[in-house]
């Protein structure tokens, strides 16, 4: 029941948005409803961008936070200031801790990032029942009514706050949902400030701003997914280019590596190709290795990832495939063939194979580096043929 209505919010998420972000698939939009299915590439650079806005922001208040007691002892009397001024050092600290707790930001997880977040929120949160709490014992008249109603507007500013990170929808509903509750809990309370006519118009203009900051949010999203596709793919063989492709290749080998499943590295450099160029013209070199790329695609695994390494080489990463799976599906490509020359003659490859585990690699870069040397020896062999861990496949 659950996962049958589920589906059916998916495909009326997926029919909304297609007509206002035209240029996203359909999985891109997928994207921006949830985060369960995002791409690693994608993960990361989320992370590092949630996290460093939560640094930002946490500095910021950790500054400003106590800098606002001037105003709070310059305003009240003692037996207000006091318990305001202390609220605003522990939330001070707690800001604080936060800033120093993402000094290394490079390996935080995506969990770690929602921790940042979440704690960056609960403690205006918290700061906003206990401030109101406290403030709700006294009787406020002129300008101390008016701060005090100025309190009241914390919530408003962190739900607005909300905009700046790229959340998904479900993301922002849930990271708002303690700041709404806050709200209810501080109406419930029968603080004097908050009567309910005004109650109920301020929870509404809350989730109006609750909207509007998600929707900005889903913008954000949906600009960075564009913009990470854009640069993961090599624009004219559709391949993953060099950056993404290290990025890749890095996971797969820390998953191959905890897993004990093999991992395979194929690196295949075409032969002659600069003969393609000098004899027929560089759009001609282009459409032979778009076609090569084209036809490895074609005959390998969808899980297999295709990255154009260099000019004429291309790297494939193949998770959960041994030396001699490998070996077969490389002979396999061989078969099919990577396309034709201008002149009709076969486009052919200098080949290297290499494996995780029955090579002992402790690094993707070993492992590359090891594809790298026995695609050297399939080219100084004759070219035309593998060069892998198990044996050599020539012509
Ligand atoms: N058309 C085209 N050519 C490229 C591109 N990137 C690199 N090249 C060319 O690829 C050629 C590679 O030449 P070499 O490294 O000498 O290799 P090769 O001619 O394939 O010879 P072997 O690898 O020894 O078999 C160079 O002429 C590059 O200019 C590209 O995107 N398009």
């Known amino acids: 029941m659950l996962t049958k209505l589920r589906s059916q919010f998916s495909r009326l998420w997926l029919k909304t948005w297609s007509l206002v972000f035209t240029e996203m698939s359909a999985q891109e939009i997928i994207w921006l409803l949830r985060p369960g299915s995002h791409i690693s590439l994608l993960s990361t650079r989320r992370v590092s961008m949630i996290v460093s806005r939560v640094r930002l922001i946490a500095i910021l208040f950790a500054i400003l936070t106590p800098l606002w007691s001037l105003l709070d002892i310059w305003a009240f009397p003692p037996e207000i200031w006091h318990g305001l001024v202390a609220m605003r050092l522990i939330a001070t600290a707690g800001f604080a801790a936060l800033v120093l707790s993402l000094r290394k930001a490079d390996d935080i997880s995506p969990l ?17 029942l206990f401030s109101y709490l406290h403030m709700s014992q006294f009787n406020l008249h002129g300008l101390q009514e008016a701060f005090g ?3 009241a507007y914390l919530p408003f500013v962190m739900l607005a706050g909300l905009s700046v990170f790229p959340l998904t929808a479900v993301e922002s509903m849930g990271f708002a949902a303690p700041m709404l509750l806050a709200q209810v809990a501080a109406a419930i309370l029968k603080l004097p400030i908050l009567d309910w006519p005004t109650f109920a118009a301020s929870f509404w203009l809350l989730m109006l ?23 993961m793919r090599d624009g004219m063989t559709g391949c993953f280019s060099h950056t993404s492709g290290a990025e890749l ?3 797969q080998f ?5 897993s004990g499943n093999p991992l395979s590295l194929v690196f295949l450099d075409l032969d002659h190709f600069k003969r393609v160029n000098d004899e027929f013209g560089h759009d001609a070199g282009d ?8 036809a490895i695609r074609g005959s390998v695994r969808t899980g297999d990832i295709l990255v154009r390494w260099g000019g004429e080489e291309f790297v494939l990463i193949m998770p959960n495939t041994d030396a001699r799976q490998a070996t077969v599906a490389i002979e396999r490509v061989r078969k099919a063939g990577l396309g034709n020359r201008p002149d009709g003659t076969p486009v052919t490859a200098s080949i290297g194979i290499a494996e995780r585990m029955v090579d002992a690699r402790e690094s993707w870069r070993q492992l590359m ?13 004759g070219r035309d043929r593998i060069v892998g861990p198990l044996a050599t496949a020539g012509q």
Request: net charge positive.
């Open 112 to 128: 770690g990032a929602y921790r940042a977040l979440g704690f960056l929120l609960l403690i205006p949160t918290a700061f906003f």
């Open 149 to 151: 109603v100025g309190y």
């Open 209 to 231: 701003i609750t909207a509007v900051s998600a929707l900005a949010g889903l913008s954000q999203l949906a600009f960075m997914i564009v913009l990470v596709r854009e640069a």
């Open 249 to 251: 290749l890095d996971l």
């Open 254 to 258: 820390i998953i191959s590596s905890r």
């Open 287 to 294: 459409r032979v290795l778009t076609n090569a790329a084209e």
């Open 369 to 381: 580096e090891m594809a790298d040397t026995r695609m050297y020896e399939a080219k100084k062999g």
